[in-house]
């Protein structure tokens, strides 16, 4: 694992991506090598910009990320880019379809493209997620993109492992507004109007001012730092420099009130948890008893002839009884 991990810090993109093989893999036995090898890496991580970037499907996540990420390669910066895709699984096509959509990105030497694969528990893509990024840290990135696609709980659980989220939204007018959840906005740092060329200019105009009025009546992200809500073109690459400049000044801002330091140990905290809480649930998953007896008593919970409570006590009591615990 040494090896490896010599190779990945210095920079070798191939040894990399063996990296994040063996941290995604779901065997067992791969387990302690990737751990060893996320230990040996750990000093060298945490220097990147973690930058999540959100929005429904087809809003230009994946241009964006082509041409942003272009524009930090060309002023010298390393970049790594994670697409979690709950659908990639499914279809395969929208990996696809990024690969294409990242092509002149993923052929640059500084920058280095993974597709997140869904499947398993939410615990588990975002375990594989923060762990990539981890490596991809100590191979050097100074910035970290992470793609989602804004349906479900990926969004949230990438919320809450970047330093900033990014919203991208296209310029649909009202309709797309009311779409978005609120809860959704609240998640944003900056929150970002796409398409805002050719005959889709108006539009994002009008819907990046509604958009501000919106964010206005929100609760920041942070206090005191107000959302900016910016207009862009990824296809033109319009309006790019400042939604990264918008991105960099609130993260050294965060950095300089001692926020970002903060946030990033509850991240760890709130993962550590999550981690117990998994593993937890794994227990009872490979416990043949502790599994059955928690089915019946999800049936009897469903059917309304047991409470919650007092089931989820005689699961954990099974599991603590079991002989195997001794
Ligand atoms: N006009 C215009 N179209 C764009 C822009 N960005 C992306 N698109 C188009 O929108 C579609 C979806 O883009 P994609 O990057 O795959 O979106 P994603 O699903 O959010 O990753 C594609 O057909 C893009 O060519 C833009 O800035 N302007
Ligand atoms: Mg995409």
Known sequence: ?????????????????????????????????????????????????????????????????????????????????????????????????????????????????????????????????????????????????????GVGQSEVGVAHMVDQFVLLVSPGGGDELQGIKRGVMELADVIAVNKADGDLAAAADRARGEYAAAAHLLRPRHAGLATPVLACSAREGDGLDQLWAAVTERHRALEDDGRLGKLRTAQAQEWFWSEVRDGLLSEIDRDPAAAGLADRLEREVVAGTSLPPAAAREVVSALRERPSAG
């Open 1 to 149: 694992m040494s090896d490896l991990a010599g190779a990945i810090r210095t920079g070798d993109r191939r040894a990399l991506s063996r990296g994040i093989t063996l941290v995604e893999s779901t065997r067992p036995v791969d387990r302690p090598d990737a751990e060893a090898l996320l230990d040996d890496l750990l000093p060298g991580t945490g220097g990147a910009v973690r930058v999540g970037i959100s929005g429904a499907p087809g809003a230009g996540k994946s241009t964006l990320i082509e041409a942003l990420g272009g524009m930090l390669v060309a002023d010298g910066a390393r970049v790594g880019v994670l697409a979690v895709d709950p659908s990639s699984t499914r279809s395969g096509g929208s990996i696809l379809g990024d690969r294409t959509r990242m092509e002149a990105l993923s052929r640059n030497p500084a920058a280095y493209i993974r597709p997140t694969p869904s499947g398993g528990t939410l615990g588990g893509v975002a375990r594989r997620t923060r762990e990539a990024m981890l490596l991809i840290e100590a191979w050097g990135a100074e910035v970290v993109l992470i793609e989602t696609v």
